[in-house]
C-alpha cells in the first residue's frame, strides 16, 4: 500500500481549464515537497510546503498544504499545454529516518 | 555544472548477471538516495546516505546494495538481475534532511 495517495491518476483537460490534484496520507508529516517531472528526465522541485495550513503561489501554481499536516493540493488556473507532466508529491516521514517518501503521480495532460 | 549524473544511460540484462549503476554529484551535497520507478508506483526509495561511508535501507531494498566509499558517489549493485528489476532508476542528492532533491536522468534497466 502507498503511504502517499495521490488523486487523480490521470488527467486530461483544454488549455485554459483549472485543475485540482491531491496527496493524502494517514500519517502526519513535517513537510511536504511537489515536483514535476517530464519524460525522460528526473523530477524537479516545484515547492516546499513546512507549516499546517500553509498557501504557496507558484504563478499559476497554487499549493496547500492541510491543517492536520496529512494532506496538501496543488492548484493550476488556466493550464497550459507546458504544464503537461507527472506530479509527484514527497514527504519526510516524522520516524527521524529520513526517509523521503512519494507518491504515486498525477499525469496531466493539458490539450492544446 | 553538471549536477547529478548517472551511467549508464540504458542497460539490458539477463536473469543472474550483475552490474553496477553509478551516481556522481559535483554539488558536495552530503544526502544521496537511489529510487526505482515503475508505472503507476511512483517514486520508491530502494537505499540512501546521510553522508560518507554510511548507508541504510529504503522501502524496497530486497536485491540490492550500495556503497559510498567517497562523499560525491553514490553505487547502486544489483548482485543477480531479476525481471521484476525491469525498472527506471533514478539518483538524487540533497544538501541536507529534506532540502530539495537534485535528481540524475535515471537509467533505465531491462532484465530478461
Known amino acids: 500500500t502507498q503511504l502517499l495517495e495521490q488523486s487523480p491518476q490521470f488527467l486530461s483537460i483544454q488549455e485554459g481549464e483549472n485543475l485540482t490534484v491531491y496527496c493524502n496520507s494517514s500519517s502526519v508529516f513535517s513537510s511536504l515537497q511537489w515536483y514535476r517531472q517530464e519524460p525522460g528526465e528526473g523530477p524537479v522541485l516545484l515547492v516546499t510546503?513546512?507549516?499546517?495550513?500553509e498557501v504557496k503561489k507558484l504563478k499559476r501554481l497554487t499549493f496547500q498544504f492541510g491543517d492536520a499536516r496529512k494532506d496538501s493540493s496543488l492548484h493550476i488556473t488556466a493550464a497550459q499545454p507546458g504544464d503537461t507532466g507527472l506530479y509527484l508529491c514527497?514527504?519526510?516521514?516524522?520516524?527521524?529516518?529520513?526517509?523521503?517518501?512519494f507518491g504515486s503521480g498525477t499525469r496531466l495532460l493539458v490539450r492544446p | 555544472n553538471a549536477g547529478v549524473t548517472q551511467t549508464p544511460k540504458f542497460r539490458v540484462l539477463k536473469t543472474g548477471q550483475s552490474m553496477t549503476l553509478l551516481c556522481a554529484q559535483d554539488m558536495n551535497h552530503e544526502y544521496m538516495y537511489w529510487y526505482r520507478q515503475d508505472p503507476g508506483m511512483g517514486l520508491r526509495l530502494i537505499h540512501y546516505?546521510?553522508?560518507?561511508?554510511?548507508?541504510a535501507k529504503g522501502e524496497v531494498p530486497d536485491g540490492y546494495n550500495v556503497s559510498r566509499l567517497k562523499k560525491q558517489n553514490f553505487l547502486l549493485g544489483l548482485e543477480s538481475a531479476a525481471p521484476s528489476q525491469t525498472s527506471v532508476y533514478f539518483c538524487?542528492?540533497?544538501?541536507?534532511?529534506?532540502?530539495?532533491?537534485?535528481f540524475g536522468n535515471g537509467t533505465r534497466l531491462t532484465v530478461t
Open positions: 514527497a514527504a519526510l516521514l516524522m520516524d527521524s529516518s529520513y526517509k523521503l517518501i
Open positions: 546516505s546521510v553522508g560518507e561511508g554510511t548507508t
Open positions: 538524487a542528492s540533497s544538501y541536507k534532511n529534506f532540502s530539495p532533491l537534485h
Open positions: 510546503v513546512v507549516t499546517g495550513g
